[in-house]
């Protein structure tokens, strides 16, 4: 199987407390640089050539749907409840199951990044019993390393992954293409408390079917915090919408 995806999947259910705490608004729908997040993550979609996205709400669900009736997109917009958005995301993604039928792009809805990062996802050459993860090499860009998502490889396989393995390579981005294989890592690690999409990367990396891409520098940031809020601000501001950041400029990125 190598083919694109025309389709993404978006997580949205959860509270994102660390950027929102007190407000009466869903992480998804905070403006940067005047636009929701969560707009910007469909547009950048879109720009990649994806026809229908399915949205994946749960805190404050009508609130998140509302907000985003006031935009227009040429994407077919779906939404998935997740009625247990207190448990990990991997149970989001869970909900939305029956939508992964090929290949799909999964993503976050707090992650902006460059069109040219989703292309270098969409190129990876994918089976039917694979997964591909975007990520970047490039760690000295990361404002934030404590709380990245490490990734430890063995070529383009993932080996180890999390916060705080000891060992790794290069950096998660949060920007996946994903096939009903990891569904069913899902489905099997899944038990009272929930799964995460962690669990089931590892799953799929244990049997050696978790690859990776290189995004090759391209621009992307996790808007998980004030900080990481000021410096997704700052980087729209000096390379655009896109975050098309020159080539030979080594911009900083901001990551998980």
Same mark, same amino acid.
């Given at each position: 199987?190598?083919?694109?995806?025309?389709?993404?999947?978006?997580?949205?259910?959860?509270?994102?407390?660390?950027?929102?705490?007190?407000?009466?608004?869903?992480?998804?729908?905070?403006?940067?640089?005047?636009?929701?997040?969560?707009?910007?993550?469909?547009?950048?979609?879109?720009?990649?050539?994806?026809?229908?996205?399915?949205?994946?709400?749960?805190?404050?669900?009508?609130?998140?749907?509302?907000?985003?009736?006031?935009?227009?997109?040429?994407?077919?917009?779906?939404?998935?409840?997740?009625?247990?958005?207190?448990? /990990?995301?991997?149970?989001?993604? $869970? !909900?939305? @199951? *029956?939508?992964?039928? #090929?290949?799909?792009?999964?993503?976050?809805?707090?992650?902006?990044?460059?069109?040219?990062?989703?292309?270098?996802?969409?190129?990876?050459?994918?089976?039917?019993?694979?997964?591909?993860?975007?990520?970047?090499?490039?760690?000295?860009?990361?404002?934030?390393?404590?709380?990245?998502?490490?990734?430890?490889?063995?070529?383009?396989?993932?080996?180890?992954?999390?916060?705080?393995?000891?060992?790794?390579?290069?950096?998660?981005?949060?920007?996946?293409?994903?096939? /009903?294989?990891?569904?069913?890592? $899902? !489905?099997? @690690? *899944?038990?009272?408390? #929930?799964?995460?999409?962690?669990?089931?990367?590892?799953?799929?990396?244990?049997?050696?079917?978790?690859?990776?891409?290189?995004?090759?520098?391209?621009?992307?940031?996790?808007?998980?915090?004030?900080?990481?809020?000021?410096?997704?601000?700052?980087?729209?501001?000096?390379?655009?919408?896109?975050?098309?950041?020159?080539?030979?400029?080594?911009?900083?990125?901001?990551?998980?």
């Amino acid at each position: 199987m190598n083919r694109f995806a025309n389709r993404a999947i978006i997580l949205a259910a959860g509270k994102g407390t660390r950027l929102v705490s007190g407000f009466d608004f869903p992480k998804p729908l905070k403006h940067v640089a005047g636009i929701p997040l969560i707009v910007r993550v469909i547009r950048s979609l879109e720009r990649g050539g994806v026809s229908e996205v399915v949205v994946v709400v749960g805190y404050l669900k009508d609130t998140l749907m509302r907000g985003l009736a006031h935009y227009s997109f040429n994407a077919k917009i779906i939404f998935v409840e997740n009625d247990e958005y207190e448990k /990990p995301n991997g149970t989001s993604l $869970l !909900k939305a @199951a *029956d939508h992964v039928t #090929g290949p799909t792009y999964l993503t976050m809805s707090d992650h902006l990044w460059s069109p040219r990062l989703l292309t270098a996802v969409g190129r990876y050459p994918l089976m039917d019993d694979e997964a591909v993860l975007g990520v970047d090499y490039q760690i000295d860009r990361c404002f934030d390393l404590d709380d990245a998502t490490k990734v430890q490889v063995d070529g383009d396989r993932v080996e180890n992954i999390g916060k705080m393995i000891p060992t790794y390579d290069c950096l998660d981005t949060g920007v996946f293409r994903i096939t /009903p294989a990891l569904i069913e890592a $899902l !489905k099997d @690690a *899944d038990g009272p408390d #929930g799964v995460s999409l962690s669990q089931g990367v590892g799953a799929l990396a244990a049997r050696g079917k978790m690859r990776t891409a290189d995004v090759n520098g391209a621009s992307w940031i996790d808007v998980d915090t004030p900080a990481a809020h000021r410096i997704a601000e700052q980087l729209i501001a000096r390379y655009g919408d896109d975050l098309e950041v020159p080539r030979h400029l080594s911009a900083a990125a901001a990551c998980a």
